[in-house]
């Protein structure tokens, strides 16, 4: 490529390395608590617009557009100013877009309103996305060892946190406004501590906005890549096995099972927190049998939960089915991040390329599932949620390791 790589130095201070991992954590959690402290309200969103299940498809995609535009452009952002300053400038938008939305929601009651600001917030947390994961891997590759899944277990606890959150606000009657009011001057205030801790990835080749411009047919040009498209499948997949939780797992729950509001979001909890377990256990997995083995039986095991959901009246039952859900959906995503990232080289520009062809998921996800929940209902909408999980299980060689370890890097003593 004619722009400068995004390498990491050759040899780092370990306490330099720790720190960094400790910020990038950081990062992937606050990034969730975000997240779900919006979607665990969605029951008290739809009340708050009077908006039917269609609707509130068209709600949840206002993220998905923006996150698409995001992801996009990302690759081009990060080659002229470096993950850091990316994630810096990201992590102060993602509170304006969601305080922006939440006050659309509670004093305007305008679903377009609301739409515009999650566009916001989904732009800046996608932007936001792929510069924590480039920067996570080239953190994995300084560390020597698998790392990747344990930044998205942070993901995954920030999102229990704001899920917990959210129920708590429901369960103590606070308003939508108030609560997201809360979280976003908190997560506002972090990122000047967080993002102390994150080096300049590639400051030994500082940008060069010429070589930048340059750079752009050569970012493209991933996309003709076979295996890039293969890797976006399997994220594809299994962030549809995600998102449609996410998005919908609570609202599933209080019309398909019946369970409260506050119910709904605990529910929700659960998944998360099945897929924080499934991270943190999935590091030694992966270690131990490799990517292409652990895709698959995780994506067995996200097919059979969600039909446990789908097909189970059972309360009770259902809840199983989404621990099993929340353990197979939780180390697609990272591990396809990883796989994209194995070439520091190109690391920012397939890893983009992956995670945009992912993110279809997000974008598609919320209009189709609400479409078909308005005539089928939300449990059996989901049912389309089983096919791709299933066919990323299939293409699960595409993420098969490099046969050069990467543990070149090493860490000081």
């Known amino acids: 490529m004619i722009e400068q790589p995004l390498t990491t130095p050759q040899l780092m201070d370990r306490h330099d390395v720790t720190r960094w991992r400790t910020a990038i954590f950081a990062v992937f959690g606050m990034s969730g608590v975000a997240l779900a402290s919006w979607?665990?309200?969605?029951?008290?969103?739809?009340?708050?617009?009077?908006?039917?299940?269609?609707?509130?498809?068209?709600?949840?995609?206002?993220?998905?557009?923006?996150?698409?535009?995001g992801l996009l452009g990302?690759?081009?952002?990060?080659?002229r100013y470096r993950p850091r300053a990316v994630m810096f400038v990201c992590l102060l938008f993602v509170p304006v877009g969601l305080l922006a939305a939440a006050l659309a929601a509670q004093l305007l009651g305008s679903i377009i309103a609301v739409v515009i600001g999650l566009a916001v917030f989904g732009a800046a947390n996608g932007i936001l996305d792929v510069s924590m994961n480039v920067s996570g891997a080239a953190n994995e590759r300084q560390l020597g060892r698998t790392v990747m899944p344990l930044f998205h277990a942070a993901f995954s606890v920030g999102t229990m946190v704001g899920a917990g959150l959210g129920a708590l606000a429901e369960k103590a009657g606070l308003d939508v406004l108030t609560h997201v009011s809360i979280i976003c001057v908190l997560v506002f205030g972090a990122t000047f501590v967080v993002i102390r801790g994150v080096p300049d990835v590639g400051a030994d080749a500082a940008p060069?906005?010429?070589?930048?411009?340059?750079?752009?047919?050569?970012?493209?040009?991933?996309?003709?890549?076979?295996?890039?498209?293969?890797?976006?499948?399997?994220?594809?997949?299994?962030?549809?096995?995600?998102?449609?939780?996410?998005?919908?797992?609570?609202l599933a729950m209080v019309d398909g099972h019946g369970v409260s509001n506050s119910g709904?979001?605990?529910?929700?909890?659960?998944?998360?927190?099945?897929?924080?377990?499934?991270?943190?256990?999935?590091?030694?997995?992966?270690d131990r049998f490799g990517r292409v083995p652990v895709l698959r039986v995780t994506a067995g095991l996200a097919v059979t939960g969600l039909l446990i959901v789908i097909l189970v009246p059972s309360p009770a039952v259902a809840v199983a089915g989404v621990v099993l859900w929340g353990l197979g959906a939780s180390l697609g995503f990272p591990v396809g991040m990883s796989a994209a990232s194995d070439?520091?080289?190109?690391?920012?520009?397939?890893?983009?390329?992956?995670?945009?062809?992912?993110?279809?998921?997000?974008?598609?996800?919320?209009?189709?599932?609400?479409l078909l929940g308005e005539h089928t209902g939300l449990l059996h909408a989901l049912l389309v949620v089983v096919g791709?999980?299933?066919?990323?299980?299939?293409?699960?060689?595409?993420?098969?390791?490099?046969?050069?370890?990467?543990?070149?890097?090493?860490?000081?003593?």
């Open 39 to 69: 979607l665990s309200r969605n029951p008290a969103i739809r009340t708050l617009l009077d908006a039917s299940t269609a609707q509130m498809g068209w709600v949840v995609f206002g993220i998905a557009v923006g996150s698409i535009t």
């Open 74 to 79: 990302s690759s081009h952002l990060i080659a």
């Open 208 to 250: 060069e906005p010429d070589a930048a411009k340059k750079g752009w047919r050569d970012r493209l040009a991933m996309w003709r890549d076979r295996r890039t498209l293969l890797i976006g499948l399997i994220v594809l997949g299994m962030a549809f096995a995600e998102g449609s939780a996410n998005d919908w797992l609570a």
């Open 264 to 286: 709904g979001a605990l529910i929700l909890g659960v998944f998360l927190g099945a897929m924080t377990v499934g991270r943190i256990v999935g590091v030694k997995v992966l």
């Open 343 to 370: 070439d520091p080289a190109v690391a920012a520009a397939r890893t983009s390329a992956v995670a945009t062809v992912g993110y279809l998921a997000f974008l598609a996800g919320p209009p189709l599932i609400g």
């Open 388 to 413: 791709l999980i299933a066919l990323a299980g299939v293409l699960a060689p595409a993420a098969r390791e490099p046969e050069k370890s990467r543990g070149d890097l090493g860490v000081s003593p």
